[in-house]
């Protein structure tokens, strides 16, 4: 089967490639795989205090159009905010790397790393917000803890 | 456009619909009728005769593949059950699984780099005993009595099993590579 020229660029230079750490509050991981091809990608995202993505990585073990689809969307995500990354839909990478319809779902595995990796950041964030926001709930465990 | 459902393999070759097929019967059905649809044994007759033995004897020769491979194996009787209705319709990976994977590639992609045989050999071993170990899981799942219960146990299994081949067949390139 031919790759499109792009595929081809992003496969054999692609963007991004690498790992954020995962425990920085400030990064979202979306980790997902193929269950049909048992391709795997991860992609990271970091976000500023102001809610836009500064950063993007990913790594991916599959084929050439899964390298390619996740490669465009860590380029897409920088800059964007959370809001607007959630709306990069697999029909755009599709459609800018001109894939054939029997590699379809290696852009709909970009879109659900994309989508997971905010999901994320989100909860992560929620976590922390609820944490500082209840005061104390750290205090009577430790108490007892200690009895 | 679909394309139209291939014939059931286990149906086309007669044999019984199990996962632990004997390999030696597999082999054996598939040489009788081989041999019976040959197109020597059929050059005499009329041409939609020929037609039909060369294109009965290539489906054969689909099944066969697909039976002897257990990946497909599974596949067919997941299909056949109807617990499954295509590749890829099964659930999504688990997220400990796919962290696994990813450690496990990514390791396998480090002793490429430094074209470290002691541990690619270190990781294929790993792999070769966690792939038999999910062929007789499959097995045990599929085929016993109430196999319905297991059905999304066969499927993890099943997706499972992939992750693996296709982290074998990375290494067989880089073997390549590497000779």
Redesign the interface.
């Known amino acids: 089967m031919a790759y499109s020229e792009k595929v081809i660029e992003h496969y054999e230079n692609p963007k991004n490639v690498g790992t954020l750490d995962q425990d920085d509050p400030s990064v979202g991981t979306g980790l997902v795989g193929a269950p049909a091809c048992g391709d795997v990608m991860r992609l990271q995202i970091k976000v500023g205090e102001d809610g836009v993505i500064e950063d993007a990585r990913f790594k991916t073990f599959g084929c050439g159009s899964a390298i390619a689809s996740s490669s465009l969307a860590t380029e897409w995500l920088k800059g964007k905010s959370l809001d607007e990354a959630g709306e990069i839909k697999n029909s755009h990478i599709a459609e800018e790397l001109s894939l054939p319809p029997v590699k379809i779902h290696c852009s709909v595995l970009a879109e659900d790393a994309i989508k997971s990796a905010i999901e994320d950041f989100r909860r992560k964030r929620e976590a922390r917000r609820a944490l500082q926001g209840d005061a104390p709930p750290a205090e009577p465990e430790r108490a007892e803890a200690r009895v | 456009m679909p394309e139209p459902a291939p014939p059931d393999p286990f149906s086309l070759l007669g044999l019984e619909p199990v996962f632990r097929l004997d390999e030696a019967v597999l082999e054996a059905r598939h040489r009788e009728l081989a041999a019976a649809l040959h197109p020597d044994r059929h050059h005499a007759e009329a041409p939609r005769a020929r037609r039909q033995a060369l294109g009965a004897a290539i489906e054969v020769n689909a099944a066969f593949r697909q039976l002897r491979d257990p990946v497909r194996r599974a596949e067919a009787l997941l299909v056949r059950r109807g617990w499954a209705v295509a ?2 319709s ?4 688990a ?1 400990e ?3 696994d ?2 450690e496990q ?2 390791a396998l ?1 480090v002793a490429r780099r430094a074209r470290d045989r002691a541990s690619l050999e270190r990781l294929t071993r790993g792999m070769v005993e966690r792939e038999a170990a999910l062929v007789d899981r499959l097995g045990e799942l599929l085929d016993e009595p109430a196999a319905e219960a297991h059905a999304d146990a066969a499927l993890r299994a099943l ?1 499972e099993l ?2 693996t ?3 074998l067949d ?1 290494v067989r390139a880089i073997e390549d590579e590497l000779d």
């Open positions: 590749a890829g099964e659930p999504r990976p997220p699984l796919l962290m994977v990813m590639r990514e992609a997706v992939r992750y081949r296709r982290f990375e």
